[in-house]
C-alpha cells in the first residue's frame, strides 16, 4: 500500500487549499479511505472518511460545511477541498485506508476501526 499526500501550503485564514493523496498498491474499490490531521503534542484526530463503494462520507463536527471530500476512483485518488479555513485548521493532513470487507459504507475511525495505512502527510498552515 502507497499514499502519497499533496496540496499542503501557507495560506490565510478564510482562504482554500484541495489536498491530494494517490493511492497504489491495492485495491482502491475494497476500502474505505480518509483524511486525519495531527499537531504536535496531540492526539491524531479523524478529517472525514468516504467509502469508494457507495461514496457515503463522514465529517468531525469541526470542519462539517466547510470541507469536502470525493475522489476519482479511475485515478485511485482522493480528494479534500477546505474551504472557510481556520489558524485551528493548521496540522499535518494525512490520508489512510481501512479494508471495508464486504461493508458497503464508509468506516467511521473508532476504536476498534482504526484506519492501517498510512502516507507520509502534508503540512498545512493557516495565518490568522
Known amino acids: 500500500v502507497q499514499l502519497v499526500e499533496s496540496g499542503g501550503g501557507l495560506v490565510q485564514a478564510g482562504g482554500s487549499l484541495r489536498l491530494s493523496c494517490a493511492a497504489s498498491?491495492?485495491?482502491?474499490?475494497?476500502?474505505?479511505i480518509g483524511w486525519f490531521r495531527q499537531v504536535p503534542g496531540k492526539e491524531r484526530e479523524g478529517v472525514s472518511c468516504?467509502?469508494?463503494?457507495?461514496?457515503?462520507?463522514w465529517y468531525s463536527a469541526s470542519v462539517k460545511g466547510r470541507f469536502t471530500i470525493s475522489t476519482n476512483n479511475a485515478k485511485n485518488t482522493l480528494y479534500l477541498q477546505m474551504n472557510s479555513l481556520k489558524p485551528e485548521d493548521t496540522a499535518v493532513y494525512y490520508c489512510a485506508v481501512i479494508p471495508r470487507r464486504g461493508y458497503l459504507g464508509v468506516v467511521v475511525p473508532r476504536p476498534g476501526y482504526e484506519y492501517d495505512y498510512w502516507g507520509q502527510g502534508t503540512q498545512v498552515t493557516v495565518s490568522s
Open positions: 468516504i467509502s469508494t463503494s457507495d461514496s457515503s462520507t
Open positions: 498498491g491495492f485495491d482502491f474499490d475494497e476500502y474505505s
